[in-house]
């Protein structure tokens, strides 16, 4: 399916305090489930969600490099915690803190994802967007190999996993860079 176009705007719609934004995919990760509040903040219908990939929802200021580590880990059997920069229907957008895993079967097999998105904490921005933007810089210039080498080397340099990264940030444990 092609992904549809729209143009992004300004127009940031922030999440509810204490609202949480349940989805499901299968392992392709087309759409099989969306709660109340996704459908409502997405601007999309139930109908136009389920079953379309959830890279319907990108924003194009998210570097690739963070889905690239999400998907590392999720098909590995590990859960991803991060911040996503969502697009929604009309061209706005909001913000998640996302935590994301892998659904399995009685025999261990994945057989899906499962995703929970909050509201992120006040602040984040200022680390977050700074970060993606030279990393989505960096992708443009030489590539999503590029950008996921600064991630590692950030990494490396702060003795701490994407997964711990972020939810120190988000714990406001971490509050800069």
Same mark, same amino acid.
Not at 39 to 60: A, Q, T, V
Not at 97 to 105: E, G, L, M, Y
């Given at each position: 399916m092609k992904k549809p176009h729209i143009t992004p705007t300004n127009n940031?719609?922030?999440?509810?305090?204490?609202?949480f934004i349940v989805s499901k995919t299968d392992l392709k990760s087309r759409i099989t489930y969306g709660n109340e509040y996704?459908?409502?903040?997405?601007?999309?219908?139930?109908?136009?969600?389920?079953?379309?990939?959830?890279?319907?929802?990108?924003?194009?200021?998210?570097?690739?490099v963070a889905f690239k580590i999400l998907y590392e880990l999720i098909e590995n059997g590990k859960e991803f915690f991060?911040?996503?920069?969502?697009?929604? !229907? =009309? +061209?706005?957008?909001?913000?998640?803190? @996302?935590?994301?895993?892998?659904?399995?079967?009685?025999?261990?097999n994945i057989v899906g994802y499962y995703s929970v998105r909050r509201k992120p904490i006040d602040g984040f921005k200022k680390i977050i967007e700074?970060?993606?933007?030279?990393?989505?810089?960096?992708?443009? !210039? =030489? +590539?999503?190999?590029?950008?996921?080498? @600064?991630v590692q080397k950030l990494l490396e340099e702060n003795h701490i996993t994407f997964n711990e990264l972020t939810l120190g940030i988000q714990k406001g444990v971490i509050n800069e860079l």
């Open positions: 940031e719609t922030i999440l509810k305090d204490g609202e996704f459908i409502s903040i997405s601007g999309w219908s139930e109908e136009e969600l389920l079953g379309k990939p959830h890279n319907i929802l990108r924003h194009p200021d998210m570097p690739q991060g911040f996503v920069k969502n697009l929604k !229907k =009309d +061209g706005g957008y909001y913000w998640v803190f @996302a935590n994301i895993t892998p659904s399995f079967d009685e025999n261990g700074p970060l993606y933007a030279s990393l989505l810089e960096l992708e443009q !210039k =030489d +590539g999503i190999n590029a950008s996921y080498q @600064a």
